[in-house]
């Protein structure tokens, strides 16, 4: 019997365990079934909650599929709401993910995350591409609403340049002001449009600045509610001081 919690930041949800005390050994196919939508717990990912030297914690993210992901940034928001949550600090934290160190505040029920320090816009198979902890390509749209984000999504994640590039997040943005954006995503290891994700808006963010001088912060609609990215760019073109801010709640408990 495994004792879990499911998360949720802006509609996009995880399964997360407190692996402080036990060792947790999930294979990929427990994993991928835990997260099932229909014959498991359902998730858009699993988060193990470690002890790290030096920090506060350490966060270690598997996709839906089982496998181990890149950086989640709302999984990073969730985990720190999660470690709140189990007394392991009160407003102020700092954790280790797989993109390395994170510093983080609570405030209420929001959690403001720093991010890694993000190179310069890449033009790569000819849209816009950032790596903000996981990697993601950056398409504009002007009727985001209409859409099919899980058809258009997967024809460019599974393109021929891709499969040979190992994948990418693929967000879609429609400018809604000077200091707005909306945008969906299809995400790889989910393999569908997730209600938001993290790393992507983020890379969006940096991108509406790059191609339409969008200052910071930038508000950022998604199906599963509005987060806000702030940052500063760096005279090489690259960004740091990078914080994505935005909800993230405990939804239940249970054993699986």
């Given at each position: ?71 989640c940034g709302n999984g990073g928001r969730c985990t720190v709401k999660f470690a709140a949550d189990l007394g392991i600090f ?165 054993i699986w």
């Amino acid at each position: 019997m495994l004792s879990f919690f499911k998360y949720q930041g802006t509609g996009n949800d995880f399964v997360m365990i407190d692996a402080r005390e036990v060792e947790i050994n999930l294979s990929q196919e427990e994993i991928a079934a835990i997260c099932s939508r229909r014959f498991g717990v359902g998730a858009d990912g699993l988060i193990l909650l470690k002890n790290a030297d030096g920090y506060d914690f350490r966060m270690v993210y598997y996709n839906a599929d089982g496998r181990e992901g890149s950086m989640c940034g709302n999984g990073g928001r969730c985990t720190v709401k999660f470690a709140a949550d189990l007394g392991i600090f009160e407003k102020e934290t700092s954790f280790i993910a797989v993109d390395g160190p994170h510093e983080a505040l609570l405030i209420d029920d929001k959690v403001r995350l720093k991010m890694t320090d993000t190179a310069a816009v890449a033009e790569v198979d000819g849209n816009s591409f950032y790596n903000t902890g996981s990697p993601h390509v950056v398409i504009y749209s002007d009727n985001l609403g209409a859409l099919d984000v899980n058809k258009e999504g997967a024809a460019i994640r599974y393109n021929e340049y891709w499969q040979a590039a190992g994948g990418s997040n693929i967000n879609f943005v429609e400018l809604k002001g000077s200091q707005s954006i909306a945008v969906r995503t299809y995400e790889r290891g989910v393999e569908a449009e997730t209600y938001s994700c993290g790393t992507g808006v983020t890379a969006c963010a940096l991108d509406a600045w790059q191609k339409h001088q969008m200052k910071s912060p930038v508000a950022i609609n998604t199906l599963g509610g509005q987060l806000e990215v702030s940052f500063e760019q760096k005279t090489d073109g690259s960004f740091s001081n990078i914080w994505l801010e935005g909800p993230a709640l405990r939804v239940f408990k249970g054993i699986w």
